[in-house]
Structure formats: structure tokens, C-alpha cells
């Protein structure tokens, strides 16, 4: 496994655990990392949204910009690549 796998890998992991906190623990982070579909499709509702945002935006230091088509939020793997790319590097900054 290459520094760079891994890293996604343990951000992905991050990012699913801060999904399950959003849903006040509705869904596990197993769950979530095992499904790979939609997270609406899973339960995610809108005020899980907000949530989630908050937070990932204070853990990550970044600022999701929802003024635009913001897919990212469609998919566990969509967000992951969306805040690895606003953070240059994927690395957990938590």
C-alpha cells in the first residue's frame, strides 16, 4: 500500500465516522464505508447535511462551497476526494 493509499484510506475512515456522528450514530461507520452508494440512499437527511458539513469544514480547516453543483456530498467517495483536493494532500488535519 502506497503513503498515498493510505492516506485516502484513513481519511475515507475519518470522513465515514464524522457521517455516523452527523446521523447521531444512526449509521455506523462500517455501514457507511461498506455501502459506497448514495448517502440519501442510506439515511442522510438533510439536517445530517448541515451537520456534516459543519464539521467537516472545522476538522479539515476548509470551506465547502455550496453556492454551486455540490455533488461531492453525493457519495462517501465524492466527498473524500472533494476535501483531499481542498486539502492538497488527503492527510487527516483532526
Same mark, same amino acid.
Given at each position: 500500500?502506497?503513503? +498515498?493509499?493510505?492516506?485516502?484510506? %484513513?481519511?475515507? $475512515?475519518?470522513?465515514?465516522?464524522?457521517?455516523? !456522528?452527523?446521523?447521531? !450514530?444512526?449509521?455506523?461507520?462500517?455501514? =457507511?464505508?461498506?455501502? +459506497? $452508494?448514495?448517502?440519501?440512499?442510506?439515511?442522510?437527511?438533510?439536517?445530517?447535511?448541515?451537520?456534516? =458539513?459543519?464539521?467537516? %469544514?472545522?476538522?479539515? +480547516?476548509?470551506?465547502?462551497?455550496?453556492? $454551486?453543483?455540490?455533488?461531492?456530498?453525493?457519495?462517501?467517495? +465524492?466527498?473524500?476526494?472533494?476535501?483531499?483536493?481542498?486539502?492538497?494532500?488527503?492527510?487527516?488535519?483532526?
Amino acid at each position: 500500500m502506497t503513503a +498515498g493509499t493510505e492516506a485516502r484510506s %484513513e481519511l475515507r $475512515g475519518r470522513v465515514a465516522e464524522l457521517v455516523s !456522528g452527523a446521523t447521531d !450514530g444512526e449509521l455506523t461507520g462500517t455501514e =457507511i464505508l461498506a455501502d +459506497g $452508494g448514495s448517502l440519501t440512499a442510506l439515511g442522510v437527511t438533510s439536517l445530517a447535511f448541515l451537520r456534516l =458539513i459543519d464539521t467537516v %469544514e472545522e476538522e479539515f +480547516g476548509i470551506i465547502l462551497d455550496l453556492d $454551486g453543483p455540490f455533488r461531492f456530498l453525493d457519495d462517501l467517495d +465524492g466527498l473524500v476526494d472533494h476535501i483531499a483536493e481542498l486539502t492538497g494532500d488527503g492527510e487527516d488535519h483532526g
